[in-house]
């Protein structure tokens, strides 16, 4: 089964942007579409946004136009761009994958985004 490490997070002042990364291990990533997530603290984790294995994207109507998902097969990578982020976007930031749900039971450690000034 592919396993997934996230990582780019960080404390950053809204506005601001960061990247996170997510990074797979084994063949059959470039077959999956892969979904980014986030889980604010006494939250369900929900949607941010995803990308097809050849490149379409979509996104949560809060995420449309500040974020953007990019993938690199070759290097069995998936990227989030996030820019103008926000205190309420503080959360830990997974991956995996599926287009409208996790295909994957299991989540990986995910990565710490805290927004605050």
């Known amino acids: 089964q592919v396993q997934f490490l996230e990582s780019g997070g960080g404390l950053v002042q809204p506005g601001w942007s960061l990247r996170l990364s997510c990074a797979a291990s084994g063949s059959s990533f470039r077959a999956y579409a892969m979904g980014w997530y986030r889980q604010a603290p006494g939250k369900q984790r929900e949607l941010v946004g995803a990308i097809t294995n050849g490149g379409r994207t979509k996104y949560a109507d809060s995420a449309k136009g500040r974020f953007t998902i990019s993938r690199d097969n070759a290097k069995n990578t998936v990227y989030l761009q996030m820019t103008r982020l926000k205190p309420a976007e503080t959360a830990v930031y997974y991956c995996?994958?599926?287009?409208?749900?996790?295909?994957?039971?299991?989540w990986g450690q995910g990565t710490q985004v805290t927004v605050s000034s």
């Open positions: 995996n994958p599926g287009w409208d749900s996790p295909i994957f039971g299991s």
